[in-house]
């Protein structure tokens, strides 16, 4: 696999849209891009959504449950993020065609791992359908 750039062509950069409106709408949130040119998306410094793109495409990387991982990486299209995935990291291409809805809850699981708790208990389950 190709080491991924920071996000530059024209669907990357409407996928990075649509992805900091899911993430800005979660409190204390800030982003970042790294030295690798990855965009990370953070909570009190600590990530739960980071991209990149390469000629594969963009991909976003996502911090989930170790229960959620396995249920995902047998779905087509997600793997475990190289270097990361031991931890819960997992990835998947995205496209403009993602299903939003169901990478939200994903994105709000990533961010209940990386918050504070006093953070976590401002986000009621209704949010995140």
Same mark, same amino acid.
């Given at each position: 696999m190709e080491h991924h750039k920071q996000i530059s062509s024209n669907?990357?950069?409407?996928?990075?849209?649509k992805i900091r409106e899911i993430c800005m709408e979660l409190p204390e949130v800030t982003e970042e891009i790294d030295g690798f040119g990855h965009t990370s998306f953070r909570v009190k410094d600590k990530p739960f959504v980071m991209m990149g793109e390469s000629k594969e495409g963009v991909? !976003?990387?996502? +911090?989930?449950l170790p229960t959620t991982q396995e249920f995902l990486i047998q779905q087509p299209g997600y793997f475990k993020t190289p270097y990361i995935g031991q931890h819960g990291w997992t990835s998947r291409y995205i496209t403009q065609?993602?299903?939003? !809805?169901?990478? +939200?809850?994903?994105?709000y699981e990533g961010y209940c791992r990386a918050a504070p708790k006093r953070?976590?208990?401002?986000?009621?389950?209704?949010?995140?359908?």
């Open positions: 669907e990357g950069l409407a996928v990075l849209v991909s !976003a990387a996502i +911090k989930t065609n993602q299903n939003w !809805a169901e990478l +939200k809850g994903y994105i953070l976590v208990k401002l986000i009621s389950n209704t949010e995140i359908h």
